[in-house]
């Protein structure tokens, strides 16, 4: 079975620019989150997609967005690239059910974003 | 600031030696997780231990909770080189009515390096 796969593995943009990055959950899974982890600043929540809403967000700014797609898919979108958006953009899914706990994140393996 | 704190930040142990990691967090939690990531690549789960659990084993891994103290620790016994990589808490949190909000608030980590 394929785990959480994201795409590209890296990405090299200049300031202003835009950023789209994909991510395609495990099969079954119906929530996405995203994550950015940043050199020295551990890994902060971004996003939480379930059946196709946005459940959640982190605390960053508007230029952060994201969708979900009917297959569950996400794309996370950054417009007006800066310096600091630099990072590692982790997505992971779980087979959440409602309740208190998402449980057990699957990750995938992350999209590198420099920012020139 | 995070919700979940390691200590060491660093751990420096030889092969065969017992690696013990420590995570603090600050307000009631659902469950707290542990994870773990090699260098800069995607997380992988180790363990998950709910609010009302005290104790779990998997394999090599010991993972207590102290709900009082608002601490877990996790400990890998008989270390391996192949253990060397980053390990995180991330604790869990719902609303009042007891739903997920589906984020995982992750500590800064703690860097193993186990040496042959």
């Known amino acids: 079975e394929a785990g959480v796969t994201q795409s590209p593995t890296h990405l090299i943009k200049t300031r202003g620019q835009q950023a789209t990055l994909r991510c395609s959950p495990i099969s079954g899974h119906t929530s996405v989150y995203w994550y950015q982890q940043a050199l020295g600043l551990g890994l902060q929540f971004l996003l939480w997609y379930d059946e196709g809403e946005e459940r959640n967000r982190g605390n960053f700014p508007p230029r952060f967005s994201g969708r979900q797609f009917p297959n569950y898919s996400s794309e996370l979108n950054v417009n007006a690239l800066e310096l600091e958006d630099s990072a590692l953009y982790l997505c992971?899914?779980?087979?959440?059910?409602?309740?208190?706990?998402?449980?057990?994140?699957?990750f995938g393996e992350g999209s590198r974003l420099t920012v020139l | 600031s995070q919700q979940g704190e390691e200590d060491p930040q660093a751990l420096s142990i030889q092969e065969g030696e017992n690696a013990t990691m420590n995570c603090s967090y600050k307000t009631s939690i659902n469950n707290l997780q542990w994870y773990r990531q090699n260098s800069g690549r995607g997380l992988v789960h180790l363990i998950l231990?709910?609010?009302?659990?005290r104790e779990k084993h998997s394999g090599r891994l010991r993972v207590t909770l102290d709900t009082s103290k608002k601490s877990s620790s996790l400990l890998i016994t008989a270390s391996r080189a192949a253990d060397t990589a980053s390990y995180f808490c991330?604790?869990?949190?719902?609303?009042?009515?007891?739903?997920?909000?589906?984020?995982?608030?992750f500590g800064q980590g703690t860097i193993l390096t186990v040496h042959p």
């Open positions: 991330a604790t869990e949190l719902s609303n009042a009515g007891g739903t997920s909000y589906g984020k995982l608030t």
């Open positions: 231990i709910r609010s009302n659990e």
């Open positions: 992971a899914s779980s087979l959440f059910r409602g309740g208190p706990n998402t449980g057990e994140l699957f």
